[in-house]
T-cell receptor
Framework: GQQVQQSPASLVLQEGENAELQCNFS?????MQWFYQRPGGSLVSLFY???GTKHSGRLTSTTVIKERRSSLHISSSQTTDSGTYLC????????????FGKGTKFSLIP | EAGVTQSPRYAVLQEGQAVSFWCDPI?????LYWYQQPRDQGPQLLVY????????NSQLPSDRFSAVRPKGTNSTLKIQSAKQGDTATYLC??????????????FGHGTKLSVL
């Protein structure tokens, strides 16, 4: 089965609402990484989060290893937040092979 | 500091044609990755190098795909005889931490390939 499952596949919110994106994993984890991708654009790293909670502006990432999940919270979402958000698992085996989820397509209604 | 540069940005081929993608990583980065991202999917690692050495190419279809990084700087990914299933965006990424982790990983804009 898929090692990294991301949900929801797509999310449409009104501007100003909060968004919660989830990533569940089934293998050993060294770290979970969250990326942002604009249509036709490169990936930008948002968080490198082995465990616990990290903040960056309106973004918060929480990784709970024993529950095999990581989340990305976007508060007071803005139209510029639109795009695809991807989580990627760095395995606990020492390999550099990142395993990506399929992504969440996030759209804002003004 | 210049980012990861890829060319071309777009490529359209007929099945059976060959194509090469080029990547210039951030100066000084020792580790370079090639990912394939089909439409509506996450990127999937094809191959990665540390300096000029291939570290992992287990997911590279070796019958038609090849990748080189001869001087440990720029890299070329080549598809010898493209198939429609190769339609995807090909992303290059680089990092400098002796490949210890992916924490400081930088991606290029990718090359969008369409095989008709």
């Amino acid at each position: 089965g898929q090692q990294v499952q991301q949900s929801p596949a797509s999310l449409v919110l009104q501007e100003g609402e909060n968004a919660e994106l989830q990533c569940n994993f089934s293998t050993s984890l060294n770290s979970m990484q969250w990326f942002y991708q604009r249509p036709g654009g490169s990936l930008v790293s948002l968080f490198y989060n082995p465990s616990g909670t990290k903040h960056s502006g309106r973004l918060t990432s929480t990784t709970v290893i024993k529950e095999r999940r990581s989340s990305l919270h976007i508060s007071s979402s803005q139209t510029t937040d639109s795009g695809t958000y991807l989580c990627a698992l760095e395995p606990g085996t020492g390999s550099n092979r990142l395993t990506f989820g399929k992504g969440t397509k996030f759209s804002l209604i003004p | 500091e210049a980012g990861v540069t890829q060319s071309p940005r777009y490529a359209v081929l007929q099945e059976g044609q060959a194509v090469s993608f080029w990547c210039d990583p951030i100066s000084g980065h020792d580790t370079l990755y090639w990912y394939q991202q089909p439409r509506d999917q996450g990127p999937q690692l094809l191959v990665y190098f540390r300096d000029e050495a291939v570290i992992d190419n287990s997911q590279l279809p070796s019958d038609r795909f090849s990748a080189v990084r001869p001087k440990g700087t720029n890299s070329t990914l080549k598809i010898q005889s493209a198939k429609q299933g190769d339609t995807a965006t090909y992303l290059c990424a680089s990092s400098f931490d002796r490949g210890v982790s992916n924490e400081r990983l930088f991606f290029g804009h990718g090359t969008k390939l369409s095989v008709l």
